[in-house]
Structure formats: structure tokens, C-alpha cells
């Protein structure tokens, strides 16, 4: 199975604030990698698919790149209702694994 | 709108089975995947296997291999996950999810397993 590492597993910020988190797969996924966000008590929703698209509705505030093993997901701004947690997932070959999330808290 | 609307919260015993259904509408429901991926409390997200559109082809995982299987029923728009021989640590939040991307995803069905 290919395995998918996020970091950081949390981290806090304050409004406003530019964050990054990464996915690394631990062999290469091409462009498959999906990006999720997750509140609490609710189900995901879709962020970022393949790797750099943008899913409709979703603010341009979120980014995603990569290629390959190496991906990130950018939040330019960050705005309160974006504290959540946040999921990579590869769809390149099954089983399609999910990193272990990122927790983004209010400093 | 796009929805897919799963079945209510089950509590099984131990050595039982459980099948969750997921109603979809919305949209052309032989068009897309559906998928299954489960949250145990707390934790992070499992992928549990898919359907292809045609319903003719399965994936799971391995892991879950001969306990999962997973049905879909065009004439209902209705997909359904079976897991038997269920034990405790399979008490998690069971999602279906639509297509490659898992673009829009059911509430969620808790599904516990306890004596």
C-alpha cells in the first residue's frame, strides 16, 4: 500500500496567517491526490483534486501543487471558519490511502 | 442538488454483520463510483473499497478483504456495504462518497459494535 504522511499533525495560527501543509507518498502518485477538510462532528468536503484543481464553490484561498510524492496545500489567509482538519488522499492506485491529518487550531 | 443520504446509526454485537445503505440523487447515479470510507472517533479517514459506475467491478481493501462487499441497486439509486464478522474496533462512522474525486459525500452512519 502506498503510505501518505502529512505534517505537520497540528498546527496553530492566527487569522489571517499563510499555511502550508505537506503530503508525502511514499512512491509516486502522478497528479492523483485529493485534499480535504474536515470539521468537526461533519463529514469531509473536497477541497483540491488533482492535486492543483480547485473543487466549485471552494474559496481561491486554498492552493494545492505537486507532482510525483511531494505535494502541498496552501491556505493564503487564513479566515475562522478554516480551523478544521485537513486530509491528503492519493486515488493514483488502490488502496486509495489517506494521510493521517493535519489539525489547524487558533493560536 | 447532488445528495447522498445514508441509513441510521446501527449497534451490532460482536460476530454479527451490517449493511449501510446510501441513497443517491441529484445527479446520473450509473455515472459515477461510489465508495466507502469509515472513521473510527477521533481518528483519521480509511478507504474501504469502491464500486465502478456499471456496478460491475468492485475494489476493497485488503485488509478487509472477505468481510466488505459492496452492491449498488440502479433501479433504487441506492448503494449499499456490507461488513460481517464485525468486532469492536470496527465501531467508526461509515461514509459513502461519489466518484474518483469524492466530490460530495453522506452524513455519515455510526456503526457501533458492543456486547
Known amino acids: 500500500d502506498i503510505q501518505m504522511t502529512q505534517s505537520p499533525s497540528s498546527l496553530s495560527a492566527s487569522v489571517g496567517d499563510r499555511v502550508t501543509i505537506t503530503c508525502r507518498a511514499s512512491?509516486?502518485?502522478?497528479?492523483?491526490l485529493n485534499w480535504y477538510q474536515q470539521k468537526s462532528g461533519q463529514a469531509p468536503e473536497l477541497l483540491i483534486y488533482?492535486?492543483?484543481s480547485l473543487q466549485s464553490g471552494v474559496p481561491s484561498r486554498f492552493s494545492g501543487s505537486g507532482f510525483g510524492t511531494g505535494f502541498t496545500l496552501t491556505i493564503s489567509s487564513l479566515r475562522p471558519e478554516d480551523f478544521a482538519t485537513y486530509y491528503c488522499?492519493?486515488?493514483?492506485?488502490?488502496?486509495?490511502?489517506f494521510g493521517q491529518g493535519t489539525k489547524v487550531e487558533i493560536k | 442538488q447532488v445528495q447522498l443520504v445514508q441509513s441510521g446509526a446501527e449497534v451490532k454485537k460482536p460476530g454479527a454483520s451490517v449493511k449501510v445503505s446510501c441513497k443517491a440523487s441529484?445527479?446520473?447515479?450509473?455515472?459515477?463510483?461510489i465508495n466507502w470510507v469509515r472513521q473510527v472517533s477521533g481518528q483519521g479517514l480509511e478507504w474501504m473499497g469502491g464500486?465502478?459506475?456499471?456496478?460491475?467491478?468492485?475494489g476493497y481493501a485488503q485488509r478487509l478483504q472477505g468481510r466488505v462487499t459492496m452492491t449498488r441497486n440502479t433501479s433504487i439509486t441506492t448503494a449499499y456495504m456490507e461488513l460481517t464478522s464485525l468486532r469492536s474496533e470496527d465501531t467508526a462512522v461509515y461514509y459513502c462518497?461519489?466518484?474518483?474525486?469524492?466530490?460530495?459525500w453522506g452524513q455519515g452512519t455510526l456503526v457501533t459494535v458492543s456486547s
Open positions: 441529484g445527479y446520473t447515479f450509473t455515472s459515477y463510483d
Open positions: 462518497t461519489r466518484g474518483f474525486r469524492s466530490d460530495y
Open positions: 464500486m465502478n459506475p456499471n456496478g460491475d467491478s468492485t
Open positions: 512512491q509516486s502518485v502522478s497528479k492523483y
Open positions: 488533482a492535486a492543483s
Open positions: 488522499q492519493q486515488n493514483s492506485i488502490p488502496p486509495y490511502t
